[in-house]
């Protein structure tokens, strides 16, 4: 085996939990990587060895934690992170990069935050089933993508049951109610020129609460989620038809093309134009 292993998933059209990119990397003593920030959550396995995470709190504090074989740490989107490598017995890891609408919750649940981002199990079960289902994903980036989704579900299902700090998260029924109707609305309007004061009046509330609780809920203020979600589907049309870019951009709810173009940009890291040469399917 390579020291590193490294692939990238190819469709980011799951909304509720989905997968961006993934690997394994046997390191070097002392090798290091960061400072950096992430868009989304990153978790790392530790298979063998041990290293060094620095990582921001939620007031912007570096906190350092020592991590061993059989445990992991996540990573926060928009944290400020490092990790190194041990001298004398350095680590190899197995890592997932992922997101979406249901994850916010899930690792609060799991007892996951930017003051406790270290994984550790007292079920020696389930961390040896959470190891399989990554090393699962890693090794098999050429299965089909409900299948990796599918491997993705099962490890955040263990992650979560066996993490030390598990506990219940209680959330208000209503509040759910909420954010699915809002959902349901952008699923069904994301083409037209909505805006996030028009989701608030769909569902009686006031704009300032209702981004409140859908961020607390989802992780993503309202209008970056409309983002999010418009820009998926503009990438399943570049990748599957040959519609000229103008007519994606107003099929995603986009007059302006050059707004279109740069809300792309913003989510994948590249234009439009360029996602379908990379992307298309032949």
């Not at 085996?1 to 909304?15: A, D, H």
């Not at 996030?196 to 409140?212: H, Q, W």
């Not at 570049?238 to 740069?262: C, D």
């Amino acid at each position: 085996m390579s020291n590193l292993k490294f692939s990238i998933f190819k469709n980011q059209s799951f909304v509720d939990l989905g997968l961006y990119q993934f690997g394994r990397e046997a390191c070097e003593p002392g090798h290091l990587f960061g400072p950096a920030r992430r868009n989304h959550y990153l978790f790392h396995y530790v298979i063998n060895g041990q290293g060094t995470l620095h990582a921001s709190d939620s007031k912007g504090i570096t906190n350092i934690f020592k991590i061993h074989a059989g445990e992991g740490f996540l990573i926060f989107p928009e944290q400020i992170n490092l990790y190194v490598a041990d001298i004398n017995n350095p680590w190899e890891y197995a890592w997932l990069e992922f997101d979406g609408l249901r994850v916010k919750q899930a690792l609060e649940s799991a007892g996951f935050s930017q003051e406790t981002p270290i994984y550790k199990t007292h079920f020696p079960e389930f961390r040896e089933k959470l190891q399989d289902e990554i090393l699962y994903i890693v090794n098999n980036s050429e299965s089909s993508q409900f299948e990796l989704i599918g491997h993705l579900y099962l490890f955040m299902d263990y992650l979560t049951r066996s993490a030390e700090n598990a506990g219940r998260v209680i959330t208000s029924r209503l509040r759910e109610f909420y954010i699915r109707e809002a959902i349901s609305f952008i699923e069904n309007n994301y083409q037209k020129n909505i805006t996030i004061e028009e989701i608030a009046a769909a569902l009686g509330l006031n704009r300032s609460y209702f981004g409140k609780i859908f961020r607390q809920s989802t992780g993503k203020s309202p209008q970056r989620f409309l983002m999010n979600y418009r820009m998926i589907k503009a990438a399943e049309i570049l990748a599957t038809t040959k519609k000229p870019i103008n007519e994606i951009s107003l099929s995603v709810g986009y007059e302006n093309q050059m707004h279109f173009s740069r809300a792309f940009r913003t989510i994948y890291g590249i234009s439009p134009r360029t996602w379908r040469n990379n992307h298309s399917q032949k």
